[in-house]
């Protein structure tokens, strides 16, 4: 099966700094998916994006489906920033393989 | 809200005990998933529907576990049996499964079953 792999593993940052976290998968994709999860295990969706690039607000992200990665940028972090970062692919099949996460602590 | 939603959010309960989850899917979505998280890990994927049908189950959905959709709308996650290996987060999610964006997932809350 598709294999997708993360990067950094953990990422600690003062407030205020720009961070940059990526995620490579090992074939084609028809789906692409950025998650948040808070301290209380709900995943957050963040971006859906198999391929080109989109913004949210401080969050911004890239999917360079013909190179097989996608990086999230979090830019001004705050501490409300901190938890675990997946990066979820759909290949051929309907259910999304995730990555191991980024966990990020953004300190004050 | 009109979110998944999942029940019961803990579950506690003794080896050999059966247990039984639900989840409420987003509204008119036709597609519903269950993953399993365990500590430090991403989710894993465990059983999908397509409306009442279970279209795929993983390796990890072992015989102690099953799954319906009975009417396409919520569905039940039942473990017998349970093991302390079964203790994780249980997530539900759903997608709408039409038009663009149809393969986008939303996540329920989970539930989270400790086994002692």
């Known amino acids: 099966g598709i294999q997708v792999e993360q990067s950094p593993p953990d990422l600690i940052l003062q407030e205020g700094a720009n961070s940059t976290l990526r995620c490579n998968f090992s074939?084609?994709?028809?789906?692409l998916q950025w998650f948040h999860q808070n301290p209380w295990g709900q995943l957050i969706n963040l971006f859906y994006?198999?391929?080109g690039t989109k913004q949210n607000g401080r969050l911004s992200a890239t999917t360079v489906a013909t190179e097989r990665y996608s990086l999230l940028y979090i830019s001004s972090s705050q501490t409300t920033d901190s938890g675990v970062y997946f990066c979820?692919?759909?290949?051929?099949?309907?259910?999304?393989?995730f990555g191991s996460g980024t966990r990020l602590q953004v300190q004050p | 809200d009109t979110g998944v939603s999942q029940d019961p959010r803990h579950k506690i309960t003794k080896r050999g005990q059966n247990v039984t989850f639900r989840c409420d899917p987003i509204?008119?979505?036709?597609?519903l998933y269950w993953y399993r998280q365990t500590l430090g890990q991403g989710p894993e994927f465990l059983t999908y529907?397509?409306?009442?049908?279970?279209?795929?189950k993983s390796r990890l959905l072992s015989d102690r576990f099953s799954a319906e959709r009975p009417k396409g709308s919520f569905s039940t996650l039942e473990i017998q049996r349970t093991e302390q290996g079964d203790s994780a987060m249980y997530l539900c999610?759903?997608?709408?499964?039409?038009?663009?964006?149809?393969?986008?997932?939303?996540f329920g809350p989970g539930t989270r079953l400790t086994v002692l």
């Open positions: 979820a692919v759909l290949g051929g099949r309907r259910a999304l393989t």
């Open positions: 074939d084609s994709v028809n789906n």
């Open positions: 999610a759903s997608s709408p499964g039409l038009a663009e964006g149809g393969n986008e997932q939303f």
């Open positions: 994006i198999p391929s």
């Open positions: 529907f397509q409306n009442e049908a279970q279209l795929e």
């Open positions: 509204s008119e979505h036709n597609r």
